[in-house]
């Protein structure tokens, strides 16, 4: 029995014939077996041709061929593969063919009929030249039609192209320096002493802890009470341990966030007007706090590759992140944050749910408790 698979070297489909067949033809797998041998994909003594596709983009470092395209091996590349090889499927031919079948058909016909071979010859042409005005129509509505496959076809190229981009310029996690580090026993990692804060009162049946390393997103609706749980985090922090800077990128320093600090007391360190990843880095070195509060990561146009930069340059930082929401009730951007993350809290009308690796199970607590709603 058959299967549809992609071939492993071009990613065009194919019917699998036999358990070990993983190429389209006999090129691919040579170049295949030649690529992963170090060899150059075209023998010197063949003619290299111009098989490689020009891609509509010009960004300095980014190759253009097809090939090194689809080495970029994402859920997104293989969606944007699959979309192309169907758009290439339904490209119609524009070989003209039809004049020529309807002349000698209308000469057989003909000859079966009339014996006068002028009189078949002037049938035959007068049935070539309709086929012919037919294939002129059919070739320009094919082209037309074509035309309008390829345009897909180079966009979503020029998609493929920053998926790599975006690929090669994601930052890497800091690896291990193999030339210091300590080894110890399974048996006894439960000795090590690890620095952590060790919270109390309803923050320690929320979080029971926050390690160095701890970092969190908060995330809701429009007046749920992200920013007023935030706050009243920060502000505990502040009272207990010291050295938080909360940034303000959502509401800035008007009127009502400053109702909401007035609200709770609050004594930690505003920064604002602050100029994205830059400005917070800046920040963050000239005042060196131990917690950081980030309100809102939409607003200050960062994402998952900031939350990992961050956490790379200050490791012993704890960061509190607040994001907007749809109105599904997932935050906005690349759900992938919340691998990156110690904790996840959603608040809705109110009420903090907490998910998270400092706590076994999930643990939820009032936001306003026994104060009304701002």
């Not at 065009?12 to 040579?30: A, D, E, Q």
């Not at 320096?177 to 009162?201: C, G, M, P, Q, W």
């Not at 320093?253 to 930690?268: A, C, D, G, M, T």
């Not at 590759?305 to 992140?321: A, Q």
Request: glycine letters at 6%.
């Amino acid at each position: 029995m058959t299967k549809n698979i992609s071939c492993e070297w071009c990613s065009s489909p194919f019917k699998k014939k036999s358990s070990v067949h993983k190429f389209c033809s006999s090129t691919c797998r040579k170049k295949a077996n030649r690529n992963k041998n170090g060899e150059p994909l075209i023998p010197s003594f063949i003619g290299k041709g111009k098989k490689a596709y020009p891609l509509p983009y010009s960004g300095s470092g980014i190759s253009t061929s097809r090939t090194s395209i689809k080495s970029v091996k994402t859920p997104a590349m293989a969606e944007i593969q699959t979309r192309i090889n169907w758009l290439e499927s339904q490209k119609l031919s524009t070989v003209p063919k039809t004049g020529l079948i309807y002349g000698v058909g209308a000469v057989v016909t003909s000859r079966m009929l009339v014996k006068d071979y002028k009189i078949n010859l002037a049938i035959g042409l007068m049935a070539f030249l309709i086929g012919k005005q037919n294939d002129s129509d059919r070739i320009k509505s094919n082209e037309l039609q074509n035309g309008n496959f390829q345009r897909q076809i180079d966009e979503l190229w020029t998609d493929a192209i920053k998926e790599k981009d975006r690929i090669q310029n994601f930052p890497k996690p800091p690896t291990a320096n193999h030339d210091n580090f300590k080894l110890i026993s399974a048996s006894r990692v439960s000795e090590l002493s690890h620095e952590k804060y060790d919270l109390t009162s309803k923050w320690k049946y929320f979080l029971s802890y926050l390690p160095l390393s701890f970092n969190a997103i908060i995330y809701g609706l429009p007046k749920a009470g992200k920013t007023h749980l935030a706050i009243q985090f920060a502000q505990y922090l502040e009272s207990n341990f010291g050295g938080v800077m909360y940034i303000s990128g959502e509401e800035g320093v008007e009127q009502p966030f400053n109702k909401k600090l007035l609200r709770y007391k609050s004594k930690f360190k505003v920064a604002y007007d602050v100029k994205g990843n830059q400005g917070i880095t800046e920040a963050i070195q000239r005042t060196n706090p131990k917690f950081v509060f980030i309100d809102s990561l939409n607003r200050l146009g960062l994402d998952v590759r900031d939350i990992i930069e961050f956490k790379s340059k200050f490791p012993e930082t704890v960061f509190i992140y607040i994001l907007q929401s749809t109105k599904d009730g997932n935050f906005r951007g690349d759900q992938s944050i919340q691998h990156e993350v110690t904790s996840t809290i959603k608040v809705i009308d109110g009420v903090a749910y907490q998910k998270g690796r400092t706590v076994q199970e999930q643990t939820e607590i009032a936001v306003f408790e026994d104060v009304k709603k701002a």
